[in-house]
């Protein structure tokens, strides 16, 4: 290593000179020894100051540019150097030699350059603000049949690729048609692997989910998954995953989405449709995924429906329900829930058996499948024979209450609770309601009015209305227990509550006075003057509401 201390000395002297022949013999050197050992050649070069000097020997003029470059790529392997190299203003000049013609050149730029930037959001931000994007793109361009630069290429973008900013400046080059032209031409799976590397976070952008089916894309990942589809070696199984999960992140944009549908005529839409019913869980996840997407507006919807989808995805479901899937059972019942939302849909889907087929996943106790279960059936109950049949079904009703009391999963606590509200407001039922007063429901609804969505707190008072109406007898012990009233005064009180809670709050107050005890409570807890104040409301409905209440509670004093 004492040789290296007298090549460092010597290249400060030649790296000022310029003395070609030197410098040349010098940076051989360096590489040889940073070859044997380069964290400690690393530290010697840090020593030693020489860092300054080799911006000046970056310039399109030097001679031996492509040999620093290549030893700022081998030092910066080494994260100790890498803010030593930026300190020494090497980003600058090795960001402009990516503009040269050399292939040499602008591999060992292209590593330096990666290898500064390595695991830094700032500096790759820098090299975005550098505009290299737009650069390297056009190199991927020319230098396609160059295997190392391509590669080069590919982890650049992969790395840039991660950060938000980089995807304004992707959308506005040719990288889309790039990237396709060079996944066609790969046989070899880690190639392959590299570009849907890259392909992946790309495809996160809506712009760019456009140029990639525009450019074919979809195409090369149907012919991925035929080839793939029935091999059961490790690299087949895996590009098969990917490219699947790549198609159906490609159906999130709504262009693309829309493009590809073809008003359900497309032949991808056709071919998509046969993954269904095929034997590959991954197939199946992605088909049902895939189904789910399209299903994200109205016209869709009902073509699907109109089209026998519902029968494949209940015959998907039927073959997972012992022991299945969870993540396809998840996925076809969140393409039921989108289906299911166009009112021309309901019926039809009813008809179908949605429903029956639903409920046998009753017994999952995985959150996920619970949470679009319970979605999906929200959706069907529009229809008063619907909403009743569920809420006569005991064991339905008793599963929502427990999962009521779910609260390490917000979202199943909160969709089974609007399910209740739903088989109540919809069914408009006595008999629904006793199911729901016998299974303990009621205090949930009366949890839910005090939600933070004012959504949810409104039809938890409709359906507390009906109650009061229709079953007052059968629920004012639960009602009390519950302390609704108590709840609906600090509802009226309160500033901050929307004028259709009030409105509503009001309305429950009026219902529950034909029972003696919560009457009672409402007359102790002195509604009048809460209620008065309120005729003077800026919404007509509520200053309305609080007048005919207010004579209510006046003539029942």
Same mark, same amino acid.
């Given at each position: ?9 010597? +290249? @400060?002297?030649?790296? #000022? ?36 000097? %080799? ?38 000049? +090795? ?5 040269? $013609? ?29 505009? #290299? ?13 160059? /295997? ?6 590919? &982890?650049?973008?992969?790395? *840039? ?36 590397? &890259? ?9 760019? $989910? ?7 894309? #979809?195409? =090369? ?6 080839? $793939? ?64 997407? %399209? ?5 869709? =919807? ?23 899937? &969870?993540?396809?059972?998840? /996925? ?10 166009? !009112? ?27 949470? @679009? ?27 929502? !209450?427990?999962?009521?009391? /779910? ?20 069914? @408009? ?16 609804? #009366? ?13 938890? *008072? ?6 009061? /109406? ?17 709840? *609906? ?27 003696? =005890?919560?009457?009672?409570? &409402? ?7 809460? !209620? ?7 919404? $007509?409905? !509520? ?15």
């Amino acid at each position: 290593m004492d040789n290296l201390s007298d090549t460092l000395k010597k +290249l @400060k002297i030649t790296a #000022v000179d310029k003395t070609e022949d030197s410098l040349e013999g010098c940076l051989d050197c360096l590489l040889q020894a940073l070859a044997q050992n380069n964290t400690e050649t690393s530290e010697k070069i840090q020593a030693s100051g020489i860092l300054q000097l %080799f911006a000046s020997l970056l310039t399109p003029q030097s001679s031996c540019k492509a040999k620093v470059a290549n030893i700022i790529a081998e030092v910066a392997k080494n994260e100790f150097m890498r803010i030593p190299c930026v300190d020494a203003g090497l980003i600058s000049p +090795l960001v402009q030699l990516l503009n040269s $013609k050399d292939q040499e050149v602008l591999l060992q730029t292209g590593r330096a350059l990666g290898n500064i930037c390595y695991d830094s959001h700032s500096l790759q931000a820098q090299l975005i603000n550098m505009g #290299v994007i737009p650069t390297l793109v056009k190199l991927l361009g020319i230098h396609c049949q160059n /295997a190392a630069l391509t590669e080069m290429c590919l &982890v650049a973008f992969g790395n *840039l690729a991660e950060l938000e900013s980089s995807k304004e400046q992707f959308a506005s080059t040719n990288i889309a048609e790039e990237l396709v032209k060079l996944f066609k031409k790969q046989i070899e799976h880690d190639k392959r692997e590299m570009i849907f590397e &890259v392909l992946a976070p790309l495809a996160e952008n809506d712009a760019i $989910k456009l140029q990639l089916v525009e450019a074919g894309l #979809v195409e =090369c990942l149907l012919e991925i998954v035929q080839q $793939k589809v029935d091999s059961d070696k490790e690299d087949d199984i895996t590009e098969l995953k990917t490219g699947s999960d790549l198609m159906v992140l490609l159906l999130l944009g709504d262009e693309s989405m829309q493009k590809l549908f073809e008003g359900g005529k497309g032949g991808v839409f056709q071919r998509v449709l046969s993954w269904i019913p095929s034997n590959n869980h991954q197939l199946q996840l992605a088909g049902a995924l895939a189904i789910a997407n %399209f299903a994200r507006n109205d016209g869709n =919807c009902i073509h699907m429906v109109d089209n026998g989808i519902v029968e494949k995805l209940m015959d998907l479901l039927d073959r997972h329900v012992e022991d299945g899937n &969870v993540t396809v059972q998840h /996925a076809a019942l969140s393409a039921l829930r989108n289906l299911a939302i166009p !009112v021309i849909n309901k019926a039809k889907m009813l008809s179908a058996g949605v429903t029956e087929a639903v409920l046998k996943f009753l017994k999952s106790e995985m959150p996920p499948v619970q949470f @679009k279960l319970l979605g999906t059936l929200r959706m069907l109950i529009d229809a008063q024979e619907a909403a009743e049949q569920l809420g006569k079904n005991v064991k339905l009703v008793e599963r929502l !209450v427990e999962w009521c009391e /779910a609260k390490d999963h917000a979202g199943v606590m909160g969709e089974s609770n609007r399910l209740l509200s739903a088989l109540i407001r919809h069914s @408009k039922s006595k008999d629904v309601i006793k199911t729901i007063v016998q299974s303990g429901g009621i205090k949930h609804l #009366v949890t839910m009015a005090t939600s933070e969505h004012v959504i949810m707190q409104n039809e938890a *008072l409709v359906a507390l209305a009906l109650i009061a /109406a229709l079953e007052l007898g059968t629920a004012e012990k639960d009602l009390e227990s519950a302390k609704l009233v108590q709840i *609906l005064h600090r509802l009226l009180a309160d500033e901050r509550s929307a004028p259709e809670i009030k409105y509503n709050s009001m309305v429950l107050i009026c219902a529950l006075m034909g029972s003696e =005890c919560l009457h009672k409570e &409402v007359q102790d807890l002195a509604f009048l003057d809460v !209620v008065s104040k309120l005729r003077s409301h800026e919404n $007509k409905s !509520v200053a309305q509401q609080a007048s005919l209440t207010e004579q209510r509670l006046t003539v029942e004093s």
